[in-house]
């Protein structure tokens, strides 16, 4: 079965959304600075996006994520990644005539761990992408990640979501690959193991 692979943008203090988070403005106050490597990349940063898409086989998100992107009104266009098969973790699934993309989203009511396994399921041998910030750390502290991928952006936003909060312990990582590009230096972890 395929790794379970966070990937988020980051800003230099630790952040991955600026304050204010709101639906109209999903990044929060200043946070459009995180993904300008997504949006003006270099070759080096088009070539890496293109990797993550390639290797995902199914994305693994929080309710809050879907709630702000793909929800009822939502921009989105049916899941982050297109038409992958997402699972969102909720502690109560949406009425099933709210969800526009039904055949994408599968709503896990019984937590993160049952998740993981129905993402891996999907994906095969290809990686789960998991996005967003806590289920990133329900992850982490599950020691269900295999895998950081963070993309660290020469900004400092001061204040808003922070990635490495609610961990329940130390988690021992391995860098095991550094790309740098003029919009971000990516990172790559092992995730080794989790102390709780």
Known sequence: MGKIIAGISMSLDGFVTGPQVTREQQLGDGGDALHRWLWAPDQVDTDLLEGMRDGAGAILMGRRSYDLAEGDGGWGDGGPAGQLPCFVVTHRAPEPETVRARGVFTFVTDGVRSAVEQAKAAAGDRAVGVHGASVTQQCLAAGLMDELQLHLVPVLLG????????LGGQVTLERTEVIDSPN???????????TR
């Open 184 to 194: 971000a230096t990516h990172l790559r972890y092992r995730v080794i193991n989790t």
């Open 159 to 166: 204040s808003g979501t922070r990635l490495f909060d609610h």
